[in-house]
Every structure is written in structure tokens, then in C-alpha cells.
């Protein structure tokens, strides 16, 4: 299972990160004939709401940890309406997703997905540029105008980093992506501990601590039913 990775609440003053915070009425990447429109939630994706599989993913969806800075894990709550730190703060950072490590087809897919299925055209889609790997989290994000794909060196690992959501649109996010049938991402979200690291290292950091809590899981699953098993022969 992904994890997504929460690295911590801001330490910093509110006014230093105001530039960070999303403006819900404004997206300058949209057509000016859209920009004046107030986002609306993400939606699931169109025409599958009802359906039994999109059930069981968004319960799927729900299972998602939020990894934060001191290695405790968050759950992600599908009822909530506050930000991924439970706070009734407006979610940091801009409304954007951030693609690292996707093919072409890839990243189409997701654009097609979030434009097209969720309606979610106030989202801003960045793939990630080779260049953007050497600066940091935030200045990625904020890239505008958004750059042309470029095809990431082999063995990048593929990270989609969230940012701008309240945690019910987080969980409406992967459950579509999961149904969309996109190759297994690491999901992490923009926070102010990542903010300013560097892409490539910070990459690095999320899929380690995905592996790490894959293994505590596998372990944990192997655990039990050793147990069960032992339970079931006394």
C-alpha cells in the first residue's frame, strides 16, 4: 500500500508561508474566462461514483497513512473537511499535483484523469522537469508557466506529490488514481518541513519510508497469522 508522507505542521509564522497558501477564487494557469470561478471539491471520477469498485477503493483510500516528521503515521479521514494536519486552516501550499518519475503516457493519463474525469481544472498537473530535481519542492510546484514533459532519468522513482487539499480531496485523489489503473506512486504531500528541500533528496526520503512502513506491515500481517495459526492448533 502507498503511503503519503506529511513531514510536519508549520514552525513558521503564517505570514512568512502567505505566499504558500492557495487563493480558491484565482488559478493563472486556467483560460481568464475560468479563472473567476470558485473551485469546487474534487469530485470522484465521472460516472463511477456509484459503483461497487469505486466504493472499495475509496475505503482503500481511507487505509492511507500520513507519514509526519517524527516517523508517527496520520489516517486519513473520508468524512473530514479540515487539512491533512487536521487543522481548520486553508491546506498549504498551491493546488497542484507534482509528477516525478512518470512516462509520457504516464502523466497523460493522470492529466486526462484529473481534467477530464474529476473535472478538476483548477488543479495545476506538473511533470516534473530534470532540472527541477536539483531545486527544491516548492519552486517545482510553483513553476509557471507549467513546463513541457520531460522524460525522467531511468530509475526515478515515481512520487506524485499533492499539495493545496483538504484530506478528503486527498483520499478522492488516489482512489481515482488507483481506478484509473496508473502503475503503483508513492503519494506525499506538500508540507512546510518539505517545502524548501531538495526534489531529488526529499524523492529519496518518501519512497525509503514508504518501504520502511511496507516492511513493518508485512511483518506485522506475517506476525498475526503466525499467531492465528497457533491459536487455531491449541
Known amino acids: 500500500m502507498s503511503a503519503l508522507r506529511l513531514a510536519g505542521r508549520c514552525q513558521t509564522s503564517v505570514s512568512s508561508r502567505q505566499r504558500c497558501l492557495r487563493n480558491n477564487k484565482r488559478a493563472p494557469w486556467l483560460p481568464a474566462a475560468q479563472q473567476a470561478a470558485r473551485r469546487r471539491p ?3 471520477a465521472a460516472g463511477k461514483g456509484g459503483s461497487s469498485e469505486t ?3 475509496q475505503q482503500l483510500a481511507a487505509e492511507e497513512d500520513v507519514n509526519v516528521d517524527d516517523g508517527k ?3 486519513l479521514d473520508p468524512s473530514s473537511s479540515t487539512s491533512l494536519d487536521g487543522s481548520e486552516d486553508a491546506p498549504f501550499g498551491p493546488l497542484a499535483v ?3 518519475g512518470f512516462t509520457k503516457v504516464e502523466f497523460q493519463r493522470l492529466r486526462q484523469l484529473l481534467y477530464d474525469d474529476m473535472e478538476a481544472e483548477v488543479v495545476k498537473v506538473v511533470p516534473a522537469p530534470v532540472a527541477a530535481m536539483a531545486g527544491t519542492l516548492g519552486a517545482a510546484l510553483e513553476l509557471d508557466p507549467v513546463p513541457p514533459f520531460e522524460q525522467a532519468p531511468l530509475g526515478t522513482r515515481r512520487v506524485l506529490f499533492l ?3 483538504y484530506a478528503a480531496e486527498v483520499m478522492e485523489t488516489i482512489a481515482a488514481f488507483r481506478e484509473a ?3 503503483e506512486s508513492v503519494f506525499a504531500a506538500a508540507v512546510p518541513n518539505n517545502y524548501d528541500k531538495v526534489l531529488a ?3 529519496q526520503e518518501v519512497f525509503a519510508d514508504h518501504a520502511a512502513v511496507r516492511r513493518q506491515r508485512q511483518a506485522a500481517a506475517a506476525a498475526a497469522a503466525a499467531a492465528a495459526a497457533a491459536a487455531a492448533e491449541a
Do not use: F, H, K, T
Request: aromatic share 0%; proline share 5%.
Open 181 to 183: 489503473g496508473l502503475p
Open 55 to 57: 466504493r472499495s477503493n
Open 42 to 44: 474534487l469530485r470522484a
Open 163 to 165: 499539495s493545496g487539499m
Open 201 to 203: 533528496d526529499l524523492v
Open 98 to 100: 507534482l509528477a516525478v
Open 73 to 75: 503515521m496520520l489516517q
